[in-house]
């Protein structure tokens, strides 16, 4: 499971999956309501099916090449490939972002883009070099890199004029902790309400499949941070239920064992962090 070959599929994906479950309501509606609307509803289908297909058709034989290339990179550097996502990349930290969770206390796993450490996340570590011989990993904090994500998914372009897909909702401010100089600092970040909890959970599925965590210990993660932001619970519980019946199907069963890499760099004090903490096991169903 840890390295599977690439793929992207044109046609199942989740922009249109999307586009086919609002077209089968349409349907479904007018076929109740307004059975004459429903020729030209289906007319109507074609040009939003294509304002769906065509950013990802065209093009995609060089991005599939880009991201082949980049896996190729990931396997030679780690050993390793993390799961791969196409975007689109809409936000982006350029600086190392902490989370504690205790949930996660005695894990241990080292990639390009996150650290678990017993209890501690850190999302876009910086600059990494690894010695796969003697299994260690140093990392640069002083030399940080730029990391996007997509906010909650799906997120769909359309004809290259607009973005449809999950909402991240209004922007407020959000308590973050950040590494600068080589310390934890406490921050604030003007931010849509659901761009916390999503940015962790994409880089926690980033690396399912080689990371020692399950699926569900990700998803509830999601929840919890979800509602830490102030999302009201039925809506919290909502996009929960989404990534935890739609997201990363490919990945379920036991978490992975801990990394077999040992990290050379020591690691920033981390007791003034927050922890978030849930009871859960460790295998997805």
């Known amino acids: ?40 509803l289906l007319w109507a289908g074609v040009p939003v099916y294509l304002g769906v297909l065509l950013p990802r058709w065209i093009g995609r034989g060089e991005r599939l ?24 990349w809409l936000n982006y930290i350029d ?35 690894v010695d796969l011989q003697q299994g260690e990993v140093r990392y640069d904090f002083a030399r940080p890199r730029t990391y996007a994500w997509d906010g909650c998914t799906p997120k769909v372009p359309f004809y290259w004029l607009a973005i449809l897909g999950i909402p991240d909702w209004w922007e407020k401010r959000h308590p973050i902790l950040r590494l600068q ?27 399912l499949n080689v990371a020692p965590l399950a699926k569900h210990e990700a998803d ?10 102030g999302m009201v619970w039925p809506l919290a519980f ?15 069963g036991p978490a992975p064992a801990n990394s077999a890499l040992r990290c050379a760099t020591p690691l920033p004090a981390s007791a003034q962090a927050p ?3 849930f009871d859960a096991p460790t295998r997805s169903a």
Request: glycine share 8%; hydrophobic share 50%.
């Open 95 to 129: 600086y190392p972002l902490l989370q504690r969770c205790e949930q996660f206390a005695g894990r241990y796993f080292y990639g390009e883009w996150l650290i678990i450490h017993d209890g501690l996340l850190i999302i876009n570590p910086g600059h990494s070099s």
């Open 275 to 277: 922890a978030l903490n």
């Open 65 to 88: 090449r880009r991201a082949e290339a980049a896996r190729q990179a990931d396997l030679g550097k780690w050993g390793f490939a993390c799961r791969d996502h196409a975007g689109p």
């Open 1 to 40: 499971m840890a390295n599977r070959p690439l793929t992207r599929s044109l046609l199942r994906h989740f922009g249109n999956l999307l586009v086919s479950a609002i077209g089968a309501l349409l349907l479904g509606l007018a076929a109740w309501l307004a059975p004459p609307l429903l020729v030209p």
């Open 238 to 252: 909502a996009y929960y239920l989404a990534v935890r019946l739609f997201g990363a199907l490919e990945v379920r």
């Open 181 to 207: 100089q080589g310390q934890v600092q406490e921050s604030q970040v003007f931010w849509p309400l659901a761009h916390p909890a999503s940015l962790v959970h994409d880089a926690l599925y980033q690396y």
């Open 220 to 229: 509830r993660l999601f929840f919890q941070m979800l509602r830490q932001a």
